[in-house]
């Protein structure tokens, strides 16, 4: 891992798409924020005791 | 009659009506509803991962001041001649990292949601103000890491600030200036907003998904 990102910082990787062009590091950053955010929207939050309780009344 | 309710009555009827501290305690006590200020309790919708990212933003920020005062303690070469030094300041760099990951998370959940509906635009604006800061405060902390790399950066940004005509104010060929925005003007100004982002949070409550009914 640390000789990967060595790796990265020595020499940026740049990705071309016609006039579109950014450094490997950023894309990925991006796309891993892109994950994450998708995994917020479908994974469950978990069955707390506050979300089942038809009573409103929180532990 | 008790002695305690004749007492009070005197002490009120001697307090001005107009007093300003008791404006301000009615206007803090208005400006957000009973209960509201840390509530234990949220509605079902909030059950879900991606209402979590505005307090994991509000966390990281909490670690990059942190991180940051003690790099104020040891100055701003220290990270170069100290392990301990540059341990902290990958702690600092990494906070922010995260501090802006999650910041952009939160942005992307919210503006699907729409969430400046019911009467919370205020709260949308301060948080579009308190983004623009930080991007201005992680600037303002490139070109201030004493090196190479904050030299090249200032050279490089100073046509863009001149261009846009603020350049006599605000010029980042000059270290000290730049330090002094990114370690008291911009925290200051992050914090405040942030401040006022919460209490906006909490006075109209979290937004509701869109297609969430009356009472859900």
Redesign the interface.
């Known amino acids: 891992m640390v000789r990967a990102a060595a790796v990265m910082a020595a020499s940026p990787h740049v990705v071309h798409w016609g006039w579109f062009r950014i450094e490997l590091a950023n894309l990925l950053i991006i796309l891993a924020m892109v994950v994450v955010f998708v995994i917020a929207m479908v994974v469950p939050f978990g069955r707390s005791a506050w979300a089942r309780d038809d009573s409103g009344d929180r532990p | 009659m008790s002695g305690a309710g004749a007492a009070a009555r005197r002490e009120t009827a001697r307090r001005p009506a107009d007093s300003w501290t008791r404006a301000l305690r009615e206007r803090i006590e208005r400006t957000v509803p009973p209960g509201q200020a840390l509530p234990?309790?949220?509605p079902?919708f909030v059950?879900?991962?991606?209402y979590?990212?505005g307090v994991l933003t509000v966390a990281s920020l909490v670690v990059v001041v942190a991180t940051g005062c003690v790099l104020a303690v040891g100055g701003v070469a220290w990270w170069h001649v100290s392990s301990l030094g540059h341990f902290v300041n990958s702690l600092h760099l990494w906070s922010v990292e995260l501090f802006f990951?999650f910041m952009?998370?939160h942005l992307?959940?919210k503006f699907w949601m729409a969430a400046w509906r019911g009467g919370r635009l205020l709260t949308w604006v301060t948080g579009v103000i308190a983004f623009v800061t930080s991007i201005g405060t992680a600037f303002t902390g490139y070109l201030s890491q004493s090196n190479f790399d904050s030299q090249w950066i200032s050279a490089e940004a100073k046509d863009g600030i001149n261009a846009i005509g603020v350049g006599a104010w605000f010029n980042v060929l000059n270290p000290g200036q730049m330090l002094l925005w990114h370690v008291v003007l911009l925290p200051l100004a992050i914090g405040l907003i942030t401040v006022l982002h919460v209490v906006l949070v909490r006075r109209h409550g979290v937004v509701p998904p869109i297609d969430a009914r009356d009472g859900e």
Not at chain 2, 47 to 50: K, V
Request: aromatic fraction near 20%; hydrophobic fraction near 55%.
């Open positions: 234990d309790r949220q079902v059950s879900s991962w991606i979590v990212f990951g952009v998370i992307w959940g």
